[in-house]
């Protein structure tokens, strides 16, 4: 059996809106031989003009690629078949294995290519007559009766969030959609197919048909832009929508927003992001007509990420009478998403909650660390009997209890089964499992997994609950190696890295949050960009993204963006070799900062220059990997000097780190920045440090991510695990005494005697910490992908037990296949189960006879000894 499935283009299967005349794309080789390894490609498309998938021309094939990839391929040339702008495919794949064995064609996939360009689009921007925070707007439109609807397909995007139904019902299940990117350059348009639902009336009878839209002002003219006074992107909320209905003759019709649109104040009289909403379900609107609002087309660009959905619902697993007296439901793990509840009642009967992550030391209801985010909804009945289901459309909340302020005939009325938590976030498939004999760490892993959820709305965020919910850069670089493990989270970060190459400022700096609203002017100077470990991201991410799927193009589209922050550090260095200027957040968080502030002791030139080192090593070896050769050569002879001035600069006579700090020692050792007898030193001083703290961790954010690699790759394997297992505080295990369920900002968020860090900062879902997931992957779990450039075909298996353990599974589900390892401690010998699917190769790596066996794909076990 050879077979190739789960065809892709541009990522997705089966994708319309395609902004590229040349997608990438990608299939999977199932087959039940050992030691598959693809030799060749070929493809056949054809064209279908008609909508209709029934309807194709002749098939046009491609030449025989010699190409072991079977991911991200670029789509190739095939002779007279071109793709082109609004142009629907379909297509198949077949492919030949090294010992000359041929597949069948595969199942046919399709894609459409949308080219967004100014020109293509006819509707207008519109909103209601009346400025308003929230709107309804609908038009009915009639479907030829004279014709056949072949396809239907709605083109559509907002100045704020928006729903959409289709005859009252949902035409998808996105929600906040277009989601938050760099407006004033990229305003995201999403595609929705909706013919199923058009023939669905048609076959009723109706040839006519209602769309209706909820509008609100999400991240366009929220709160959240209000940080400074000023909306960041306009103070209007607007709907854009290109309906095509194609008929069977080869019609073609375009219904677009316009003022035949109506436009009316819906039941939301109030919506924010961080507020929650206020909701009279008995309102009736009254409908006027929509007006245009002027926009700049130009920025309107094909969705290039993934879509937030609901992803799982939760029961209430306790009702609580808190000491204060207050109802509280706890829905048993902090998440991200929103209540939806089912009520009866009078017309006006009120339903009002609040939502907290934590109960105080006394058992109230704690929602101080929220700081301006009232987190409140307010929803009105419209009464009459029946049953009322709500859920938010404009909001969503950090959470794990809500409090019933108001419910008809009292909260304690209420009944648990009347509520469900809905977790949201961008819709990607999880790819991580991992389990083994320390239950601590298993749980340890899950609040890394709920931390990325509840931080994945969308943007890679730093808290979902407070009045920040921003893309912090330094929280998502130390984060993304994780991340890339757990989900499949390509087309996430190719959207967030799009954003954060539109927000570079014209000196190469990169702003502290992505979508950027901090920058701003302070006494004539320009702030909120330019700080080392955050605005490296620009090169990290990308590399990180590099590392994991071999995206060549992504890399190549954000290289000038890499370079460009690199010559920004250059111009700010002195020398263009030490960075000792500018504003830096330096080991964010630390517990060696003075009490009280949030900046650890490392001192910040110190760190700044080491990220500058990393960054241009990084860069380096990017202009390699594009065949920049000589750029890569000046930027290793840039590094060398960077390092030499690392080591004039923090290293005394004595051969050690001036700074005193774990982190001065962990960036030194794993930037590669130290002589090999400094090496040595550094290391030792580490290990003082840590003893110096009683066996315990004093990191930050920029440490942190590196203390048991740091240990583990410098032949103390030991020491990291008693760091990872050690439960006292501070430690990752730590807050599991305390209950979390997710990883916090702060080490000692509650302190051991159940008293608080300041509510000002103090958030319960922050995944900065849980970057040691990457180590728990590869260093306990064994999974590691090899040279970047086989495109995640190349595995390196080399599980490392210790701590104590003695089993340990792990796998992974990439694009080729499932990746896994299981490892356990019989008597003296150490067993490992590995599966390598299709078209990948690895080496496996056994820790305690140092043996090296190449294994190709399919199911292996092998047995180590001391
Ligand atoms: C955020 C962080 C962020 C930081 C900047 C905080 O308010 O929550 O995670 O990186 O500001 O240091």
């Not at 009346?130 to 004279?146: G, M, N, P, S, Y």
């Not at 219904?255 to 939301?268: K, N, P, R």
């Not at 799009?498 to 014209?506: E, F, G, I, N, V």
């Not at 900065?768 to 728990?776: E, Q, T």
Request: aromatic share 10%.
């Amino acid at each position: 059996m050879l077979i190739c499935t789960d065809l892709r283009c541009d990522g997705r299967p089966d994708p319309r809106g395609v902004e590229t005349l040349r997608p990438d794309i990608g299939w999977r080789i199932e087959s039940d031989e050992p030691s598959v390894i693809q030799a060749a490609w070929q493809l056949r498309a054809a064209c279908c003009d008609a909508r209709s998938a029934a309807a194709i021309e002749s098939w046009h094939e491609s030449a025989w690629q010699e190409d072991a990839n079977s991911q991200l391929r670029v789509w190739p040339e095939i002779d007279g078949f071109k793709l082109r702008h609004d142009g629907r495919y379909i297509w198949q794949v077949r492919i030949r294995d090294t010992m000359g064995r041929e597949s069948d064609w595969s199942r046919t996939a399709a894609f459409e290519i949308y080219l967004s360009t100014e020109a293509f689009w006819q509707g207008a921007f519109i909103t209601s007559q009346e400025k308003r925070r929230c709107l309804r707007l609908r038009r009915c439109f009639e479907l030829a009766a004279d014709d056949t609807l072949v396809d239907a397909v709605l083109r559509a995007t907002a100045l704020g969030v928006y729903e959409l139904e289709l005859e009252g019902s949902p035409i998808s299940g996105d929600r906040l959609a277009p989601g938050w990117t760099e407006y004033h350059s990229r305003l995201l348009i999403s595609t929705y197919d909706l013919t199923g639902l058009l023939l669905d009336s048609l076959s009723r009878g109706e040839s006519t048909a209602q769309l209706d839209v909820w509008l609100g002002p999400g991240w366009h003219n929220g709160e959240l832009m209000a940080q400074h006074g000023q909306p960041v992107y306009g103070e209007r909320v607007a709907f854009f929508a290109e309906l095509e209905l194609s008929y069977a003759s080869g019609r073609r019709e375009r219904i677009l927003t316009d003022e035949s649109w109506q436009a009316a104040a819906g039941e939301h009289s109030y919506a924010d992001l961080y507020h929650g909403e206020t909701v009279d379900a008995a309102h009736v609107p009254e409908w006027g007509p929509a007006v245009r609002t002027p926009q700049d087309l130009t920025v309107l660009k094909m969705h290039d990420g993934l879509p937030v959905r609901e992803q799982e619902e939760l029961p209430v697993i306790q009702r609580i009478i808190t000491p204060a007296g207050e109802v509280v439901l706890d829905f048993g793990i902090n998440i991200s998403g929103y209540v939806r509840f089912t009520v009866w009642g009078e017309a006006g009967d009120r339903v009002r909650y609040d939502h907290a992550e934590i109960l105080d030391g006394e058992g109230n209801f704690y929602t101080a660390n929220m700081r301006r985010a009232r987190n409140t909804i307010d929803y009105r009945l419209a009464g009459g009997g029946e049953a009322e289901t709500f859920r938010p459309r404009f909001t969503f909340q950090g959470f794990r209890y809500i409090r019933l302020l108001d419910w008809p005939g009292g909260p304690e009325n209420a009944r648990p089964g009347q509520f469900r938590a809905v977790v949201i976030h961008s819709d990607y498939t999880e790819t991580a499992d991992f389990h083994c004999s320390h239950a601590g760490l298993v749980r340890l892993h899950q609040n890394i997994v709920r931390g990325m959820k509840g931080n994945f709305v969308d943007i890679p965020t730093d808290c979902p609950q407070r009045d920040e919910r921003l893309g912090w850069t330094g929280d998502a670089e130390v984060f993304a190696e994780t991340a890339l493990r757990l989900g499949d989270t390509r087309l996430f970060w190719r959207k967030w890295l799009r954003d954060m190459a539109a927000a570079q400022l014209p000196d190469g700096g990169i702003p502290h949050v992505v979508p950027d609203i901090l920058t701003r002017l302070e006494n004539g100077i320009l702030t909120g960009y330019g700080a080392c470990g955050w605005a490296d991201a620009a090169v990290i991410v990308p590399w990180r993204l590099f590392e994991r799927y071999g995206d060549r193009r992504l890399l190549a589209e954000h290289y000038p963006m890499m370079r460009f922050w690199v010559d920004y550090i250059r111009s700010r260095a002195t020398d263009g070799v030490l960075w000792d200027t500018g504003f830096h957040f330096g080991d964010w968080l630390a517990l060696d900062a003075e009490p009280g502030s949030y900046f650890g002791a490392t001192p910040n030139p110190l760190t700044a220059t080491a990220h500058y080192a990393w960054s241009v090593e990084l860069l380096a070896r990017a202009a390699r990997v594009l065949g920049r050769d000589a750029e890569a050569e000046e930027l290793t002879e840039l590094h060398a000097r960077i390092v030499s001035s690392f080591q004039n600069a923090f290293v005394g006579p004595d051969g050690r780190l001036h700074a005193r700090t774990q982190t001065a020692a962990l960036l030194a050792l794993q930037f590669d920045l130290l002589t090999p007898s400094q090496r040595g030193l550094a290391i030792e001083q580490l290990l003082e440090l840590i003893d110096a703290a009683g066996g315990a961790l004093t990191t930050g954010f920029l440490g942190t991510p590196w203390l048991c690699e740091v240990l583990a790759d410098n032949g103390h394997l030991d020491r990291a695990y008693d760091l990872l297992l050690r439960e006292d505080y501070p430690s990752w295990l730590y807050p599991l005494s305390q209950g979390a369920t997710t990883i916090w900002e702060h080490w000692d968020g509650i302190r051991p005697d159940g008293s608080l860090w300041s509510a000002d900062m103090n958030s319960f879902n922050h995944y900065a910490y849980g970057a040691i997931g990457s180590w728990m992957h590869r260093v306990i779990g064994g999974i590691r992908f090899g040279d970047p450039c086989r495109m995640g075909r190349e595995l390196i298996i080399a599980p490392h037990p210790g701590g104590g353990l003695i089993w340990a599974d792990h796998a992974l589900d990439t694009a080729y296949g499932r990746v896994s390892v299981h490892w356990e401690i019989v008597e003296n010998a150490l067993a490992i189960d590995v599966t390598i699917p299709p078209n990948c190769e690895a080496e496996l790596c056994l820790p305690w006879s140092g043996t090296k066996l190449r294994l190709g794909s399919g199911r292996h076990r092998h047995e180590d000894r001391k």
